[in-house]
């Protein structure tokens, strides 16, 4: 079965800092690659998506992640965070018709 | 309707007590999904649907949880004779395709609590 890990379960930080976010997974073939974010009282919404080709994926709200075959990761990216990008933010991994979910990071942008 | 409806957005029951869950897919979409996602847990998958037919239902925590489709549209997840360990927030999401690469649209959730 495959799983997701994500390193960092809470990152505070301050507006205008840089920010990552660790995403590893253990299957070995073929994925699909995705980050989701879910603001305070919001639905779950996609962020970026990977399927093939250019490994360096643009998102929305200046969000991008990397996908690095060799070390199963997918870490999500923001050169300078708002308070607004406060939310909790899911790596999740397809297989055929299932997403599995990694455990979330809670990120709090302090302004 | 424009997104994914869930209802009732929160349910405070008692031990014991049968609830149901109520899923509205994005009209059009075929597969539908439930997943449950409890504090500091992540998101679990329950079971995924195709049409009316649940192909996987490895998720289902025990033989008190079943869902079933109708119409290829609303679904509802009951939960029979609830306990603690219920307690969480039940997400829906419906994606218009069977596999590839398609994303998952998300509702906004049933938060349960079990008294």
């Known amino acids: 079965a495959q799983s997701v890990s994500q390193h960092n379960h809470h990152v505070i930080l301050s507006e205008a800092a840089s920010l990552e976010l660790g995403c590893n997974y253990s299957y070995g073939g073929t994925v699909n690659l995705f980050w989701y974010v879910q603001y305070p009282g919001q639905h779950l919404q996609l962020l970026l998506k990977y399927f093939s080709g250019d490994p360096l994926v643009k998102g929305i709200k200046g969000f991008e992640a990397e996908f690095i075959k060799s070390k199963f990761s997918f870490n999500l990216r923001k050169p300078s965070v708002q308070w607004s990008d406060t939310a909790e933010y899911f790596c999740a991994v397809r297989n055929d018709y299932k997403l599995s979910f990694g455990a979330g990071t809670t990120v709090t942008v302090r302004a | 309707g424009a997104g994914v409806s869930q209802s009732p957005s929160n349910k405070v029951t008692e031990k014991g007590k049968d609830v149901e869950l109520r899923c509205d897919p994005i009209s059009g979409h075929t597969a539908l999904y439930w997943y449950r996602q409890s504090l500091g847990q992540g998101l679990e998958f329950l079971i995924y649907?195709?049409?009316?037919?649940?192909?996987?239902k490895s998720g289902l925590p025990s033989d008190r949880f079943s869902a079933e489709r109708t119409g290829g549209s609303v679904s509802t997840l009951t939960i029979q004779r609830t306990q603690q360990e219920d307690s969480a927030v039940y997400l829906c999401?419906?994606?218009?395709?069977?596999?590839?690469?398609?994303?998952?649209?998300f509702g906004e959730g049933s938060r349960l609590t079990v008294l």
């Open positions: 999401a419906s994606s218009p395709k069977l596999a590839g690469t398609g994303e998952l649209f």
């Open positions: 649907f195709q049409g009316n037919s649940a192909p996987d």
